[in-house]
């Protein structure tokens, strides 16, 4: 398995591109920018993009998504609860003041319980509303792997104070979908660097005395 992470953009969005050298096909996750560097790594592994998934609609996370579906036919998949923040792209551009990316609507929806990913790594998507109301975690059970967007950081989790983000409702996302998870599940976060489940279970503030 290939499994690689890297922060692309102003931002540092955490993308992550994950192939299988056996069947030659891959996926890339969060790819919020840097479209050109992401296409030549896919070309240089020699692996054809089967999905394009988002975590949510956040211009880091979204915002090279339709190019890179331009330069490999891949089908782009979001949560349908984020449409609204597709829609406001040009109010996210102002806010980090970037330019305004192309966008356009996903090409599948992401729903709560079903499978993506690869025929020998598959993921199972979690709903978990709160950073935005269509944010969503992979759940790779077999790899004891989460990709958690901008739900879980290290020591911390996603801001709420966005159109669309509500506090009490990432909390309880994290607690009744992601702590679940085993302690040794490894999470990587949209930002930063990676954690455990067991480790923020244990010392994350915002999730301890519970
Ligand atoms: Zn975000």
């Known amino acids: 398995m290939i499994l690689e992470t890297f922060p692309v953009g102003p931002l540092a969005c955490n993308c992550t591109l994950m192939g299988d050298q056996e069947s030659g096909e891959a996926i890339v996750i969060d ?40 330069l490999t036919g891949a089908p782009v998949l979001l949560n349908e609860d984020d449409l609204p923040l597709l829609k406001m792209m040009g109010q996210q551009a102002s ?58 950081f290290e020591g911390s989790i996603g801001r709420t104070d966005l159109p669309g983000g509500n506090f009490d409702q990432i909390i309880e996302s994290i607690h009744s979908r992601l702590l679940p998870l085993p302690d040794e599940t490894r999470v990587l976060t949209g930002h930063g660097p990676e954690t455990t489940i067991g480790a923020e279970r244990r010392t994350n503030p915002f999730l301890c005395g519970r």
């Open 95 to 152: 806010w980090v003041g970037q330019a305004t990316p192309e966008i356009a609507p996903p090409d599948q929806y992401l729903t709560d319980g079903q499978t993506v990913g690869l025929e020998r790594y598959p993921a199972k998507v979690i709903h978990t509303p709160g950073h935005s109301q269509g944010s969503v975690c992979l759940h790779f059970a077999p790899l004891k792997l989460l990709i958690a967007g901008d739900t879980l």
């Open 31 to 70: 790819p919020g920018d840097e479209v050109g560097r992401i296409h030549r790594r896919l070309t240089e592994l020699g692996l054809n993009l089967k999905q394009i998934i988002v975590t949510h609609a956040h211009i880091d996370h979204i915002g090279g998504a339709l190019r890179l579906k331009k």
